[in-house]
């Protein structure tokens, strides 16, 4: 034995996941792309995810800090480059396809990823950007991107993350209009983690259906990220089609527990002929955010023994507030309690806490929230007051702290 001192392992943190699930529960279903019906075991997926990585290291010589741009329509795949971004200690940089080329130009030209893994339908966006580029197709047909992985060998060496490494990069117009890029952090991904089994009740036998954009926070954290740490299935729809994601919800071999959407999605399932004999025989939770949501749709859903659960975050701090299941009817028009980890303060323009029930700016504080944007630090320093996110939302917390 070495006399040498243990390692301090208390800023590290662990991404290898799949590398978990692939040895424990090999045969177990990952990930499912609705579009295609491709599916993948853990062991597949992650086979998948380190030759993706190998390939991006090699070819496009992507290091740890490196930041790798996707442009792509949604696909089980995009979690496939994020895992394998943090294998090299990269970060994801999605990139919104309903950006003009010239926005989209603008954003890769803050953002200086090492590469842009972009759908083919998209290549025109990309017209004189200088940035190498692997281009992929819809089909899984043999294009760069599957050529790269079948053509790599996933054998990397560890590479050392601590929680406070950069782990994705999203870019958000906020309220100036001018894109920002979001700075998400391990120690912001793990609080995501955390809440989705506390709060959101995913655990290894979820199965979770998401269409959100992947672009977006809702898409790429809500329950699809955390479905892989505890070891669940994921099921990813291109796009927005209310009757066949009413049908996924409604189907008994399917096994959906878990979704995520906007209320208007959750209003057009509702006017469907279908929703009127439709049951749900597996849903546990239905998470309901990025706008307020009237008590008809709730009380349409409640009866028909789906209670959506109200939420609320932002990019900056995905995990903010959450209203469980078993408390949403008693709480209408409520976007919930605050997650375990993240504080809340309702606040006057001076930042001092404002009585309950008073409305006010919605101030958080946090390991959820982001330390700032990408090479904007007068824009960090504003979002800012004594350490507390100045969100530019207006809401109150009541007595009871919903």
Known sequence: MSDSPAPDLRDNFSVSWLDYHAKYDAEMTAAVDVDTGRRFTYEEFNDRLKRLAAGLKQRFHVEKGDRVAVLAQNSTDIFEMLFACWEIGAALMPLNWRLSPREIGAILGDGSPAVVIVDEEFSDF?????????????????????????????????????????????????????????????????????????????????????????????????????????????????????????????????????????????SMMAELPAFETATFPSLRVAAVGAAPVTTELLSTWAEKGVELAQSYGLTEAFSVAFLPPHRAGSRPGSAGHRMMHTHIKIADETGTRLPAGTPGEILIKGPAVTPGYWNAPDETAKAFIDGWFKTGDIGRVEADGT
């Not at 952090?185 to 506390?198: G, Q, V, Y």
């Not at 959101?200 to 926070?217: D, I, N, Q, R, V």
């Not at 070891?231 to 009413?246: C, E, I, N």
Request: glycine share 12%; proline share 5%.
């Open 126 to 266: 990309l017209k004189g950007v200088t940035i190498p580029t692997l281009r992929r197709s819809r089909a899984g047909d043999r294009d760069e991107y599957e050529a790269l992985i079948g053509n790599s060998r996933g054998d990397l060496d560890p590479v050392g993350l601590t929680i406070d490494d950069l782990s994705t990069l999203l870019y958000t117009s906020g309220t100036t209009g001018k894109p920002k890029g979001v700075i998400g952090t391990f120690r912001m991904m793990r609080d995501t983690i955390i809440h989705a089994a506390l709060h959101g009740e995913l655990s290894g036998s979820s199965k979770t259906l998401t269409c959100a954009p992947l672009f977006h926070s809702a898409g790429l954290y809500g329950f699809s990220m955390p479905s892989f740490h505890y070891g669940g299935t994921l099921y990813v729809m291109k796009s927005w089609d209310p009757a066949r994601y009413l049908s996924l919800l409604t189907d008994a071999n399917v096994g959906i527990t878990h979704a995520i959407g906007v209320p208007i999605q959750y």
